[in-house]
Structure formats: C-alpha cells, structure tokens
C-alpha cells in the first residue's frame, strides 16, 4: 500500500479543521439534506461529507455507510484535497492508487468521485463524494452538480462559523454591558455638539434621573460650562480628571470629577465622559482641613498659655540680677517666679497628659471593673488637702452599678472637677458627690453628679468650658491651665460616657458624668 | 516735662513686669482691660502705651490699638505692642493696626525699656 499523500501546509489545514469545531460533532439535518439530495441525484448507493483529520476521515454526514469514520490511509478522499476540482475515479479496480484498498477489496467500491471542501480561508478540510459499486462516468454536467454540492456543504460550514463568532461577540457585549451598568462611576456617551446619546445607570442616580432620562440633555447642564473646554476631539484621555460641580436634575449641585475620552464610533466623533461623585472626598477633605485648623489654633494658644508664665520667669529674673531691690521686694518677685515656674510645669504636665490621652485612644485604657464608691473616696484623698475648708458630702445609692473603666483615668477626671468646683466656690460652702444608675438607650449607665455652690457660668461660659486653655471669668487668680476640663471630656468620651453642665451665675455649677455601667450590671 | 505712659496688661504679674521696667522713663498709669485702658488713653493723654495683645474675655489689643490710633485727638499717641504670638504673621498684624513698636513675650526689661525709651525721644 502507499503511504498517505499529504497536502502542503497540512499543519495548518489541521489547525482550520480544528478550529472549526466540528469534528465528533453531531450529525445535522443542514448536511443530511446534501448528502440525501447527492445520493438521490446521482443514483449512487453513498454519498459523504467526509473531513481528513490527521490520521482519520470523519464523515459529518453520511448516507449509505454504516460507520462514521474510517482510517485516512488508502482513502479517496486523501487524494481529493490534493488538488483543486472534482476527482473521479471511474473504475478502482484500474487504479493503481486504489486497487488493493479495502474499501476496493472489502467494500466493494468500484466508482468515487469527490470535490474538495474549503473552509472560510480557502483550507481543503475534507470533501464532499459520491461512491457506486460499479464502475461508471461522471459527465460534466455532474462535475458541476457536485461542485455546488460541494459549496453548498461549504456555505454551511461558513455560515456555523458565523454564528459561533455572532455568539462570542454577543457574550462580549453582555460582559461590557454589565460592566457599564455595574460600576459605581457615572459614564456618559457624548455626541460631537455634546448631547447626552445615552448614559449608565451610575450616571442616571448620580444626576438623579429615571432611566434614560439623560439623553439628549446638554453636556454642561449637568457638567457646568467647564465641560465643554472638554470637549475636544484633540483632548487626551491621559489628561488629570477635571474638577467641577455637578447639576442634578432637580437643580442641587455636587462636586464631582470628570474625565473626557474623545472616540469615533462608526465614523462619528463620540466622547466617552467619566464622572464621579466625589461629595465623599470633599467632606475628608474638609474635615481634615478643619481638624488642622483646631490643630493650629490649639498650637498657638499652647505657645501663648506657655510664653506668658516664661515673660515673668524671664523678666523677674533679670531685674533682680540687674537691680537692687528692697528685701520685701526682692521676696515679693522671687514669690512671683516661682509661682510662674510651678505654673509653667503644670501647664507642660497637663498639655503631655492631654496629648498622651488623645494619642492612645481607647487602647491606652486599662479597663477594669471599679466600684464607684472607691472612686469617690480615692479621688478625696488624691486632693491633698484641696477642699478641706469645704463641706463635701458624699451620698452614694446602695447597690450602685460598678463601671467598667480604666481606674486611674477615671480618678483624674473626677478629680478636675472635683477640684474645679472647690475652686470656683467660697471656702465653707457646700459640695454635693451624689449617684444614680439609669437604663438609657437600652443601656445601664451609671451617672456621678458634682454640685457646688459656687460663682457658677453664664451659658456663653458654659458652651466655651471644653475649650482647651478657656477659664471661666476673671480666673487670674483661681489656679490652673485651663486644660482641667478638656482632659475631662477627653477621657469620659474615650470610656463611651458623657457629661452634662447645669450652672447659674451666682447659683453655682452642677456636672453629672455618665458612663456605662460594668459588662455583668448591663 | 515728665512723660506719661498708660500700661494695659490683664496679668497682674506682667502689669508689674513692665511697670518695673518703665518706671524710670516717666510716670505710669495702669489699666488691666481693653475698656479701661481706652478711657484712660482719653483722659490721661500718655506719650506712650504699652498694649497686650490678648487682654482676656476675648478683648484684643490689636482693637485697641485701632482704636487710639483712628481717633485724631490720640493719634499721635506712641503705642507699644506686647504679644506672647511671635509668628510673622502676628507682628505684621500688629504693625496693621498702627502699633509703633511690636515686643514679644517673654521679653527682656531692658530691651523693654531700650525700645519705650527710643518711642518717647522720636
């Protein structure tokens, strides 16, 4: 037997056969139709649709064959798409190439006539043929026949190929599709004048119009007039997003940013517009901006609370060393420096106390169950002696919720105001510590009011007394920093509590500290 | 003849400071608030003034000073800033208000009194 004759570029026949999908394929009513009207045309016994894979001829379609494939060696149909235009043989028995075929030997066939088969690019993938069990012509006519059998099996495979791309193409437009409606950016399709053609659901909420509601609306009346500086089938895409104000449809406004890619679609200047709702970015933005205002500020009265101690440490100093003064004098000023000097170390004390407290946040809390009745009398103690020319009277309720708190925070912060209303009231006046548990928000909280009797505030005193370095009134000569109540707040606010201020000017000051109770009371 | 100078300080320790350091130069009146200090520049007629800039309660020297050097009959009044704020910012502030001088705290008496003297003699 000779070996198979094979094609030239038959790697890339191979590679077209398979591409197309359609080996071991299922038999299809649109080449059974061919291979019918073959058999019936010619009066033959077989007719195929037979494609020459590697080592095998695989019939899509068949009629009088049993099996669907047959070995490629010794076949017709190898021959057949080594050459351009039907190939017919007329008598196996006389062909040298065919004689000792089994198909010859085996099956008996004595006449074939094939037509090459071509793929969309031109590839011989296999053939369409006729066989007969005895040896007959093929006049031209037929030739012809079988050569528009051939193109038609042809059209069929070209037009299977088409919708498989028509479908990959669809499933594409359904990942974009989904793309444009999913994402969170606004994206507007433009026409050359800046008409809205169509924009995604993103860009539809964003505006605050119903579906569709975008197009044929004006650029700018939703991008302000900077939109059309965008406008230009020149601009790049790579450019920074421009910042603007966005106009809904309702007419409020909102910051947005703005990317324009100019694009041809069909033969049509388009421009693709990404907007984005940066109301979000804003507002960080502020509040940083205002945060670091607080910051400054805060540095610059810290710098001015610290220079004025140091004016009289600095300039009592030097007249001293410059100046003779009269005993009594000299005293008098050393009383002042030192007393400036204690001033200043208690200022940096609290100012590092203040920072540490805000630096650590609720991690630098120790937190632990603590009995309020401890507190209180820790605190007391604590005063070293502040306040013992007051009456403070301490009413703590029987079965008192602990707290959860850090225990040494706690007593600072009590303590400031504890100390504040021995400070801003006349010695021998009254000083109620009293307690009360209460179910607020579904939540035990445990309150501890400090009352006295003091000079009290105005409201405008009240709503500045968290301020750092405020002092109520004329407190030049009341003791402090000014920082005692904004420590305070600082640490109530980091154990989840709040306080409230009740004060009347010359009916004094109550402060109520609220803090939840301890986890096993709540 | 003697020349007056009007010191307006909240902090009663530094309203000493600079009434130490200026005695020398004249006769000192004191005020410690921005109010008080304004009437007594119109009734004590000084040749200079010594104005702190934060004057408490929310009062700013600053205003005063606006205030001395806006009205014809004080115009001509030398004034002297004291301010614990050292920024640029701060003196150029003052400067904008008509102060003649502008010191910050803390300060050195002498270098105090160096500078209200050089004020009195111009």
């Not at chain 1, 203040?354 to 009995?371: F, M, N, P, S, Y």
Request: aromatic share 4%; with cysteine; charged share 25%.
């Amino acid at each position: 037997m000779l070996a198979t004759p094979l094609p030239t570029e038959e790697a890339h026949r191979l590679q077209v056969l398979l591409d197309l999908n359609i080996l071991d394929t299922a038999p299809e009513d649109r080449f059974d139709r061919i291979t019918r009207m073959a058999a019936r045309l010619f009066g033959v016994p077989v007719a195929l649709v037979s494609l020459i894979d590697a080592d095998r001829q695989w019939f899509k379609s068949r009629v009088g064959v049993p099996f669907s494939e047959t070995e490629r060696a010794s076949s017709f149909c190898t021959h057949t798409i080594l050459q351009d235009g039907v190939m017919v043989v007329e008598d196996a028995t006389c062909d040298d190439r065919f004689a000792s075929s089994p198909y010859v030997t085996e099956a008996g066939a004595r006449f074939y006539a094939g037509y090459p088969l071509a793929a969309p690019d031109g590839s011989r993938i296999g053939t369409v043929c006729i066989l007969d069990r005895n040896p007959r012509t093929l006049d031209d006519e037929g030739r012809a026949l079988l050569r528009d059998l051939a193109g038609m099996v042809a059209g069929e495979i070209a037009a299977g190929e088409l919708r498989r791309a028509h479908a990959r193409r669809s499933e594409n437009d359904a990942w974009l599709y989904g793309l444009l409606e999913h994402i969170p950016d606004g994206v507007l399709m433009l026409d050359r004048a800046g008409n809205v053609i169509c924009g995604n659901p993103a860009a539809e909420h964003m505006f605050g119009s119903d579906t569709g509601g975008l197009a044929g609306r004006m650029a700018c009346s939703l991008l302000g007039d900077d939109a059309a500086m965008l406008l230009d089938p020149e601009h790049s895409a790579d450019a920074p997003p421009q910042e603007g104000g966005g106009l809904r449809l309702d007419g409020s406004t909102f910051p947005i940013e703005v990317k324009v890619a100019p694009m041809c679609l069909v033969g049509q200047q388009r421009y693709a517009v990404i907007v984005r709702d940066v109301t979000r970015q804003h507002e960080q933005a502020q509040r940083s901006r205002a945060t670091e205002e607080r910051r400054r500020k805060h540095f610059t009265t810290a710098t001015h609370e610290l220079r004025t101690p140091m004016a009289s440490i600095l300039g009592f100093s030097e007249l001293l060393l410059k100046r003779d003064f009269d005993a009594a004098t000299n005293r008098e000023l050393l009383d002042i420096i030192h007393r400036q000097a204690a001033r200043l170390v208690d200022l940096i004390n609290q100012m590092l106390d203040l920072a540490r407290i805000e630096a650590g946040g609720t991690e630098g809390l120790h937190i632990a169950t603590v009995d309020v009745a401890d507190l209180v009398d820790q605190t007391l103690t604590g005063l070293n002696g502040l306040g013992q020319n007051h009456r403070i009277r301490t009413e703590i309720e029987d079965g008192l919720p602990a707290i959860a708190a850090d225990a040494a925070k706690m007593q600072q912060a009590l303590t400031n105001i504890v100390s504040n209303a021995i400070k801003y009231s006349s010695e021998g006046s009254q000083i109620d510590i009293s307690t009360a548990a209460l179910r607020r928000n579904a939540k035990l909280m445990v309150a501890i009011r400090v009352a006295d009797r003091g000079i009290g505030m105005t409201p405008e005193q009240q709503a500045r007394i968290f301020d750092a370095f405020y002092r109520a009134g004329d407190a030049q000569n009341v003791q402090g920093s000014g920082l005692g109540m904004t420590i305070f707040k600082e640490i109530i606010e980091l154990h989840g509590g709040h306080a409230d201020i009740e004060s009347r000017p010359g009916a004094g000051t109550a402060v109520t500290v609220w803090l939840p109770a301890a986890p096993d009371h709540g | 003849m003697d020349k007056t100078i009007l010191i307006v300080e909240d902090q009663d320790d530094l309203r000493l400071l600079v009434r130490l350091s200026l005695k020398s130069l004249g006769r000192v009146v004191l005020a410690s608030s921005a109010a008080q200090g304004l009437a007594m520049v119109r009734a004590e007629k000084p040749d200079l003034v010594t104005l702190d800039v934060w004057l408490g309660k929310g009062d700013s020297g600053l205003d005063v000073c606006r205030a001395i050097k806006s009205d014809p009959e004080t115009q001509h009044v030398k004034v002297l800033l004291l301010s614990a704020c050292g920024q640029q910012s701060d003196v150029e502030a003052g400067m904008a208000a008509g102060a003649d001088h502008y010191i910050v705290k803390p300060f050195s008496p002498q270098s105090l009194g160096e500078a209200a003297a050089a004020l009195l003699a111009a």
